[in-house]
């Protein structure tokens, strides 16, 4: 392995200004290098024999909105009508459908289920009972341990909430961002702080098993007083799982857009240092009403009955059948994402081939590679672990990274479990790139 031995010198505090292009780490090797070229690899990959008790996941892309986000770099779409959606729907099961003959995934059952978007509580209660009816009728989850569905809270009704209860969803995460109208406003955000309390309160109230809410560190005008706020109003709902994500602004959003009309290089958001601060202090305020850091996004109220198990499947390297337009999927140890615009989509699809765009086939390395930093995300690093599955010594194989990041104060190592520090944990995306290959460092990430 080309793993870099001499570290890039990073200093404690980090980029200050926030400026263009993506900062989360999602997975590895970087989308960039995937490829067309290899498609035929995980198509070949589909018809081998299904593993034996090997977990499995299913994600469903819903790409409509009632508005684009001004930070916004998912593909939605804001013009479709219901005749559109409903062709879309059946597209989707149609590939659902494709996916459930594959030898490799031919009568298996899910682990976990999740509906991601866009916004999927966009769809209309007969729209979503006609897709998840035709879906379990491919792949039953009454088995699965999670079924998550992400909702924008404005497009939610308590006849809606019942239906996407009823439907079988575990885990409901609202898209709540911040609780200050104005701040919405100015971010793009189709819904309101009314909506969000509305939408909760029923949520709660029909029984749903988890909810997560997320807030989002340094929108535009975001304060300290306003996110002060924020934090206080979150720990007053007490939801199970709150997830906290520190502004990016990606290539393909709108104020990147308005920043390269107006010649701008950097974003009109807070600095890094700054959103930094905030989420450390969103940290110390819910660790003091009770709840525990579970990685360097979430807190959560109870650890040993609140669980993500879409998160910790699919970075302990679960295969996950991404579908719907432009999703990513993890099957065999390849890499796939679907076409990007839901026209190639749908010809794809109405022509009988399965819509992958472009794939990546990881080696043993590269998924060792994968899942280590992936879980530093969560906040430790177990060597036995991976000296089982890999039949590798992380401590030797990362021994100047881990070195390097140790003398930074970055995290602690002890010989059996690498520890990241707050100050680590807070700034974790950007360290993990100390791990990557030498050919995938300083990558586009998109």
């Not at 308005?258 to 660790?287: C, H, I, L, Y």
């Not at 280590?372 to 021994?399: C, H, N, P, R, V």
């Not at 360290?431 to 460092?441: I, P, R, S, V, Y």
């Amino acid at each position: 392995m080309s793993v870099p031995d001499s570290p890039t010198p990073i200093s404690s505090s980090g980029h200050a200004q926030t400026e263009v292009g993506n900062y989360f780490v999602s997975n590895y090797p970087p989308y960039s290098f995937w490829d067309p070229g290899q498609v035929p690899s995980a198509l070949d990959a589909l018809e081998q024999e299904a593993p034996k008790d090997y977990p499995l996941g299913l994600y469903f892309h819903i790409p409509f909105c009632r508005k684009r986000c001004h930070f916004c770099y998912f593909r939605v779409y804001t013009d479709k009508n219901a005749a559109e959606i409903n062709a879309y729907i059946d597209a989707g099961i149609r590939e659902i459908q494709m996916y459930g003959e594959k030898p490799y995934l031919k009568g298996r059952i899910p682990k976990f289920i999740y509906f991601g978007g866009g916004t999927p509580s966009y769809l209309s209660v007969t729209q979503l009972k006609n897709l998840t009816d035709r879906m379990k009728a491919v792949f039953p989850w009454d088995e699965a341990e999670e079924v998550a569905f992400e909702c924008e809270p404005g497009t939610l009704t308590e006849k809606k909430l019942d239906q996407i209860r009823s439907l079988g969803v575990t885990r409901l995460s609202l898209g709540v961002e911040n609780f200050d109208d104005r701040i919405l406003e100015l971010n793009g955000r189709a819904h309101r702080s009314g909506e969000i309390e509305r939408s909760y309160a029923h949520a709660r109230k029909i029984g749903f098993p988890q909810i997560n809410i997320d807030l989002i560190a340094g929108m535009i005008d975001e304060t300290d007083e306003n996110w002060q706020q924020c934090v206080a109003k979150a720990i007053s709902l007490q939801p199970d799982c709150v997830t906290i994500y520190q502004m990016e602004i990606p290539y393909n959003t709108t104020i990147y857009k308005e920043m390269r009309k107006n010649g701008k290089v950097t974003a009109p958001v807070a600095d890094w240092q700054t959103k930094r601060r905030w989420v450390s202090e969103a940290f110390d305020a819910f660790v003091s009403a009770g709840y525990t850091i579970t990685s360097a996004y979430t807190v959560v109220k109870d650890p040993e009955r609140t669980k993500f198990v879409y998160r910790d499947a699919l970075w302990g390297g679960a295969d996950m059948l991404g579908t719907g337009v432009a999703s990513f999927g993890h099957i065999a140890g390849i890499h796939v994402q679907n076409e990007h615009d839901i026209g190639a989509y749908l010809n794809r699809v109405t022509d009988g081939d399965l819509p992958i765009h472009r794939a990546y086939s990881i080696d043993r390395e590269e998924g060792l590679i994968r899942e280590f930093i992936l879980q530093l995300k969560l906040g430790s690093a177990d060597m036995d672990y991976f000296s089982k599955k890999f039949e590798t010594d992380i401590a030797d194989l990362f021994a100047k990274p881990i070195e390097y990041l140790q003398n930074e104060g970055f995290l602690s190592f002890d010989g059996s479990k690498i520890m990241l520090s707050r100050d680590g944990l807070l700034q974790v995306d950007r360290l993990l790139h100390e791990f990557f290959l030498k050919e995938h460092q300083n990558a586009r990430y998109a």
